[in-house]
């Protein structure tokens, strides 16, 4: 395989519909995101089957788009990686589908990717295609987002390139689920991440407090649905949050256009704000703990890690990102996250996983298919 060989990545796993073309996991020719984010918001989340409709109407025009971006054309691909999972059955299937008709179409190599080690790569691709050498493995990875709160460690493998443990995973809701929720429950609006975290920023985290997150068992799990029922305890119980929702929701409704960060700033009052701060710290404080008890962990195994990686949606929270990288630097730690638009869902992380794979000419058979709980360890 050519030093240079060039990698159609195709995703859709949840609400996007995304396209990109890679080459070597290091130069993003075309990286092409079809967000459903307008056609869910209605529903206040991801309906399972209006995603699988929207990927059936936009995968054709994003690969072509993702193809024009590039300059190239699908004889110049010298693989298709598709994502296999973990996602919406219905949603992966259409993705995969059309990645293996264009496959046997122009006899071109098919290679399954997982979506979680997409994220993990995008940290990877974006340090490459700034110029700047691969992190050192063994690496903590954290990967966060609306699907998805788990941890990794994440190393080495001759065989396929890299291996992949997990150490501790969410028991009910990801992180960004949690903020969504949230956002919802106080009539913030669907996603609610971003505008939770830009609110922060006006609230005293200190002011409210909603209890820290206990668990039985693995140290190294997460759980977020606690902190969403403590949230909504406080709406329950404090009649002022409560008259705020309704005060708020009347505001945004009247207000005859999309609302900016100084709309919603102005229909929120003080204690709401506090009340986002205070979750908001309960959040990243939580995440950040259990980051660093596992590289302690890794250390006390004598797998000392040399990096931490911080991806998936949630990894653009500007919070999570400064006390991560504080944190882990008084351990000698450097965090490493990829830009925002490597952090969220894209098929650029897609194609740059399948590289280690495409290099090694490890591809996937026709009969590949849809595997909504896909694991990501390597086998022992
Ligand atoms: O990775 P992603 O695009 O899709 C999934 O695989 O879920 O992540 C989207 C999630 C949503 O839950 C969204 O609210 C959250 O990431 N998110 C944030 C921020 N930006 C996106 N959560 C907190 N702070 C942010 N800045
Ligand atoms: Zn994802």
Same mark, same amino acid.
Request: aromatic content about 4%; glycine content about 8%; proline content about 6%.
């Given at each position: 395989?050519a030093?240079?060989?060039?990698?159609?990545?195709?995703?859709t796993?949840?609400?996007?519909?995304?396209?990109a073309v890679?080459e070597?996991?290091r130069t993003? $020719?075309?990286?092409v995101?079809l967000?459903q984010v307008?056609?869910?918001?209605i529903?206040?989340?991801v309906v399972?089957?209006? #995603?699988?409709?929207?990927?059936?109407?936009?995968?054709?025009p994003?690969?072509?788009?993702?193809l024009?971006?590039a300059?190239?054309?699908? *004889?110049e691909?010298d693989?298709i990686?598709?994502? &296999?999972g973990?996602?919406?059955?219905?949603?992966?299937l259409v993705?995969?589908?059309?990645? @293996?008709?264009l496959?046997w179409?122009?006899? @071109?190599?098919l290679?399954?990717v997982?979506?979680l080690?997409?994220?993990?790569h995008a940290?990877?691709?974006? *340090?490459?295609?700034?110029?700047?050498p691969?992190?050192p493995l063994?690496?903590?990875?954290l990967?966060?987002?609306?699907?998805h709160t788990?941890l990794y460690?994440?190393? $080495?493998d001759a065989? $396929?390139?890299?291996?992949?443990?997990?150490l501790g995973r969410t028991r009910?809701?990801a992180a960004g689920?949690?903020?969504?929720k949230?956002?919802k429950?106080?009539g913030?609006?669907y996603?609610g991440?971003?505008?939770? +975290? @830009?609110l922060?920023?006006?609230? +005293?985290p200190?002011a409210v407090?909603?209890?820290?997150?206990r668990l @039985?068992?693995?140290?190294? +799990?997460?759980s977020?649905s606690?902190?969403?029922?403590?949230?909504?305890? &406080?709406?329950?119980?404090r009649? *002022?949050?409560?008259?705020g929702? #309704?005060r708020?929701?009347?505001?945004?409704?009247?207000?005859g256009?999309k609302p900016t960060?100084?709309?919603?700033?102005?229909?929120?009052?003080q204690?709401?704000?506090?009340?986002?701060a205070?979750?908001q &710290?309960?959040?990243?404080?939580?995440?950040?703990q259990r980051?660093?008890a596992a590289?302690?962990a890794?250390t006390?195994?004598g797998?000392?890690?040399?990096?931490?990686?911080l991806?998936g949606?949630?990894a653009?929270n500007?919070?999570l990102?400064?006390?991560?990288?504080? #944190?882990?630097?008084?351990q000698?730690?450097?965090?490493?996250?990829?830009?925002?638009?490597?952090?969220?869902?894209n098929?650029?992380?897609?194609a740059?996983a399948?590289?280690?794979q495409? *290099?090694? $000419?490890?591809w996937? #058979?026709?009969?590949l298919?849809a595997?909504?709980?896909?694991?990501?360890d390597?086998?022992?």
């Amino acid at each position: 395989m050519a030093g240079g060989a060039t990698i159609l990545g195709i995703e859709t796993s949840c609400d996007e519909t995304a396209a990109a073309v890679v080459e070597a996991a290091r130069t993003v $020719r075309s990286n092409v995101v079809l967000s459903q984010v307008p056609v869910h918001q209605i529903y206040g989340g991801v309906v399972p089957e209006v #995603a699988s409709r929207e990927h059936l109407r936009g995968i054709v025009p994003v690969v072509r788009q993702a193809l024009e971006q590039a300059q190239a054309t699908l *004889e110049e691909m010298d693989a298709i990686a598709v994502t &296999q999972g973990p996602g919406l059955a219905g949603a992966l299937l259409v993705g995969l589908t059309y990645a @293996k008709s264009l496959a046997w179409a122009t006899g @071109k190599p098919l290679v399954g990717v997982n979506h979680l080690e997409g994220h993990l790569h995008a940290v990877l691709l974006e *340090e490459r295609r700034q110029g700047r050498p691969d992190p050192p493995l063994p690496a903590v990875a954290l990967v966060v987002s609306g699907g998805h709160t788990q941890l990794y460690a994440m190393s $080495r493998d001759a065989e $396929r390139g890299y291996r992949y443990r997990t150490l501790g995973r969410t028991r009910d809701d990801a992180a960004g689920e949690a903020y969504d929720k949230v956002a919802k429950l106080l009539g913030l609006g669907y996603p609610g991440g971003p505008l939770l +975290d @830009k609110l922060s920023d006006f609230g +005293d985290p200190r002011a409210v407090a909603l209890g820290r997150i206990r668990l @039985k068992g693995n140290a190294l +799990d997460f759980s977020f649905s606690g902190l969403k029922t403590a949230v909504l305890r &406080q709406v329950q119980t404090r009649p *002022e949050l409560a008259a705020g929702i #309704a005060r708020r929701q009347a505001a945004i409704a009247a207000l005859g256009h999309k609302p900016t960060l100084d709309d919603w700033r102005a229909v929120c009052d003080q204690p709401t704000l506090d009340l986002i701060a205070s979750f908001q &710290q309960a959040v990243v404080t939580d995440l950040v703990q259990r980051t660093l008890a596992a590289a302690d962990a890794l250390t006390g195994a004598g797998e000392p890690p040399a990096s931490i990686f911080l991806t998936g949606g949630v990894a653009a929270n500007r919070a999570l990102r400064a006390t991560l990288q504080a #944190a882990a630097a008084r351990q000698g730690l450097t965090v490493h996250a990829p830009a925002l638009n490597l952090c969220t869902d894209n098929a650029a992380m897609i194609a740059a996983a399948a590289w280690p794979q495409v *290099e090694r $000419r490890h591809w996937s #058979a026709f009969s590949l298919t849809a595997h909504p709980q896909l694991p990501l360890d390597s086998p022992a």
